[in-house]
Nanobody, 117 residues
Framework: QVQVLESGGGLVPPGGSLRLSCVNPGGAIRIDSMRWYRQTPGKQRKLVAQITANGITNYPESVLGRFTISADHAGGTGYLQMDNLKPEDTGMYYC???????????WGKGTLVAVSS
């Protein structure tokens, strides 16, 4: 059973930074890939960052240059560094862990990020 726990959210002013963490409370597990999503009320989750098994990262245009994803594939942990935050970055952030390529993605309960002055 893969468990996911996100942390690091909070309230920051525009231009501020946050570092979100993603861990498996059950212990180290090897993962294929990791993704971070943002969700706002009434809307679907949107992908904001992903890192593949060979370390290739992808970001949508809206966060490119401001967000950086990193992961320890052997341990199943990772981070999302978010800089120069904007009000539109506000939302619940979820970490998705994929243990085997093409397999199920596991999510946690999320961590809330609020960007406001």
């Amino acid at each position: 059973q893969v468990q996911v726990l996100e942390s690091g959210g909070g309230l920051v002013p525009p231009g501020g930074s946050l570092r979100l963490s993603c861990v498996n409370p059950g212990g180290a597990i090897r993962i294929d890939s990791m993704r971070w999503y943002r969700q706002t009320p009434g809307k679907q989750r949107k992908l904001v960052a992903q890192i593949t098994a060979n370390g290739i990262t992808n970001y949508p245009e809206s966060v490119l240059g401001r967000f950086t994803i990193s992961a320890d594939h052997a341990g199943g942990t990772g981070y999302l560094q978010m800089d120069n935050l904007k009000p539109e970055d506000t939302g619940m952030y979820y970490c998705g862990l994929v243990k085997n390529r093409g397999g199920m993605e596991y999510w946690g309960k999320g961590t809330l990020v609020a960007v406001s002055s």
